[in-house]
């Protein structure tokens, strides 16, 4: 839904930290939906490579995104992968905080964004739903 307002030098950054995240909880415990969504996010981004070969540091990679619209929009994106599985697990979520710091978010802010994502992703549900009938 965001990934549009990423630019170019920011593609490889955020496949890369989206890759961290999913790994964030141990190695073995990636849900099936949450490849596939981020399957999903590298054909939208149009980048084909193979995340599970990217690497970097967090600092690092954190540095790619300059402005606050780059760096929100990363962050629901990223929000909304730790919840494809239906559960935010703790390792996912301090990931996240810790990244959130570096991008200068809030506390707040950050639950306000977790808050949206639960929000969202229960209205797409809902939807399904409709389709279902």
């Known amino acids: 839904m965001f990934l549009g307002f990423l630019r170019d030098n920011q593609k490889i950054p955020f496949l890369t930290l989206s890759h961290k995240l999913l790994d964030s909880d141990g190695a073995g415990k990636v849900a099936q939906s ?3 969504l981020l399957e999903a996010m590298k054909n ?3 980048v084909h490579v193979d995340v599970a070969s990217l690497n970097g540091d967090e600092k690092e990679l954190s540095q790619a995104f300059k402005d606050h619209r780059e760096r929100h929009a990363a962050m629901l994106e990223l929000i909304g992968l730790a919840f494809v599985d239906n559960e935010f697990a703790e390792a996912e ?4 905080l ?7 978010i809030s506390e707040s802010r950050f639950s306000d964004m977790v808050n949206w994502v639960r929000r969202q992703l229960d209205l797409v549900r809902e939807a399904k739903r409709f389709l279902e009938d």
């Open 34 to 36: 949450e490849l596939e």
């Open 98 to 104: 810790c990244l959130s710091k570096k991008w200068a």
């Open 44 to 46: 939208e981004l149009q």
């Open 93 to 96: 979520k301090n990931f996240l």
